[in-house]
């Protein structure tokens, strides 16, 4: 892989860990479309691969790069971020407990009631901001995994991972972090404690809006990581050769956009926090905001792209103020370089639990004073 030793994240990812192809020299890698690889006249595979569902060399450098910024044994990439987090729930067994946040992101929590009850899991939705609730809902014994999203989508909640590491610990269960809103850039997990880390890479990761992915990084290759790699291989959820291709070249520029989003986003979030036409501005760089100590304490260099703005006048008052913005794209998603908008609590249905007047931003890499400029006009 033509790796070189590279100390600070930058580095790592603007050179994908210092790739150049043996072969050719050439600096960026080679796409592998083949879904089979040959064996010789023994039957013997040749270069240690069978078949693209179970492993595609187009993933050893995004993994590499992703497992190095993580700081963690390894990684591996999914057909999406559902796919990986639903791969981890997936590796317990039926009749497992495990501890979810109440504040979680909507398809998920979705897939869990729908899907991994009936499976047999036993899922208990906890306030993951208050670690001594979860201390108290462990069932020593059942519980296997506590599964948390910091900042959560979409309310910014913030939860303490150190302290949620230590429960886990005492526990004897995995603690894993859906990290998809603070990216490597601002936090580490793994460095914090916990044992496992998932990103919807089809955000921040890849950047760019054109691309659905998802990835864990594991602490340890242990026999839960082996049957999550089982997981992906029997279940399917590969990711294609090109879209790893794709994330790959994405990641290159993460830590030049989104130190550049949150410091946007930092800047949008003091701007309106006390404007006449909004209720609350949720962001954890607010000193008022809720999680903010603890978000100083475990995010590093910012605190992200993802905010957001709750506006006076119920739903309506959100809706209207959204309908009048112009340079903000009213779209679902996240973490692309165009900022995005979107009223959760219509996406997400009458089981919603999200504040009706709540809209989601997404801070892309537009001027930050046209962005303020479009919020500004749309509050009216
Ligand atoms: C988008 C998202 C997911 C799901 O990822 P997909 O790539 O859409 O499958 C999971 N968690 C968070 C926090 C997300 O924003």
Redesign the pocket.
Known sequence: MGQTEHTRPATVAAQALGFVDAATGAIVPPVHPSTTYERDADNRLLGGRLYSRADNPSYDQVEAVITALEGGAASAVFA??????TAVFLALRPGDHVLVPRVI?W??RGWLFDWAEAWGLRIEEVDMTRPSVVAAAVRPGHTKLIWT?TP??PTLAITDIEALAGVARKAGATLAV?S??ATPVHTQPIALGADIV?H????YLNGHSDV???TLTTRAQDDLWARIKTVRVQGGAVLGPFEAWLLLRGMRTLFARVPAQSRAAQAIAERFAAHPRVAAVLYPGLPGFDGHAVAARQMKGGFGGMMSLRVKGGSQGALAAMGRLRVWKRAT???GVESLVEHRASVEGPQSTTPPDLLRMSVGLEDPADLIADIEAALG
């Open positions: 999406s971020g559902m796919g990986a987090a992101y398809a998920l999203e959560a989508n859906d998809t809103f998932m919807s890479a089809t955000k659905v992915a998802g998603s996240l973490g």
